[in-house]
């Protein structure tokens, strides 16, 4: 698998981004019924795996505008975004540490986590394995590392990256400059610090959202 994609490619789909949540925010989405249900049917399935504890300090990389973490009051709360600057004032939840910064690059000190979570964000960003090798450096030993990505498997998969390098080839905008497979995900999980994970359904999530509870190597 590539180890990054160029900057343009990144930088045209942090355009789509912005857009996106600009839309997000004129229409409330944050508040609707259905993201709300969405984002406890997510932490219900994580909860049965690894519990949260009080006074933890969790991180919720490429947190959008709306923060999962607003369901978690209980813990110590931290959001990383690129575009936190803009988001911040469009509403992102208050009440939370919000910092810019992208996820290859964290600015925050060694193990300094106990819980990561990484939602709809790996297929989004420049160079995927130096980001989770990050998230390693900045968890402590057993930390929790909760990622959801979309999977593709067999010939959907291969058509997909074929698409994906056509579009790079034109210079076509894409949200999703990367493509998972759960195998693929699994090894970068393995080679950049995390013990495996098996492969598991979001309820109320489209059934190619796929989520991993892992955890740091200690
Ligand atoms: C599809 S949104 C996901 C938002 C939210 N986590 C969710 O599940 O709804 C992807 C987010 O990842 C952020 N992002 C893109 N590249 C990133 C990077 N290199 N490091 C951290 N966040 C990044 C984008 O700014 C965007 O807000």
Request: glycine share 8%.
């Amino acid at each position: 698998m590539k180890r990054a994609v160029g900057p343009e490619v990144w930088h045209r789909a942090q355009t789509g981004h912005l857009e996106t949540w600009v839309g997000y925010a004129e229409k409330r989405v944050a508040e609707a019924p259905e993201r709300i249900a969405a984002w406890r049917a997510l932490l219900e399935t994580v909860e049965a795996r690894a519990p949260t504890k009080p006074g933890e300090r969790v991180l919720d990389i490429g947190c959008g505008l709306d923060t999962v973490l607003e369901f978690l009051p209980e813990v110590s709360r931290y959001t990383l975004d690129p575009l936190a600057s803009q988001l911040v004032p469009m509403g992102l939840t208050p009440g939370i540490r919000h910092t810019a910064g992208v996820f290859e690059s964290l600015p925050f000190p060694d193990q300094t986590f106990d819980r990561v979570f990484l939602l709809n964000v790996l297929d989004h960003v420049r160079a995927a394995a130096e980001g989770l090798a990050e998230i390693a450096r900045v968890s402590q030993p057993g930390a929790v590392l909760v990622v959801s990505v979309d999977t593709f498997a067999g010939r959907r998969y291969v058509a997909k990256r074929l698409h994906k390098w056509w579009g790079r080839m034109r210079g076509a905008r894409t949200k999703h400059p990367w493509v998972f497979s759960v195998p693929a995900l699994q090894r970068m999980l393995e080679s950049t610090g995390f013990e495996p994970a098996l492969p598991e359904r979001i309820p109320l999530a489209k059934p190619r959202r796929t989520l991993f509870v892992s955890r740091r190597r200690g």
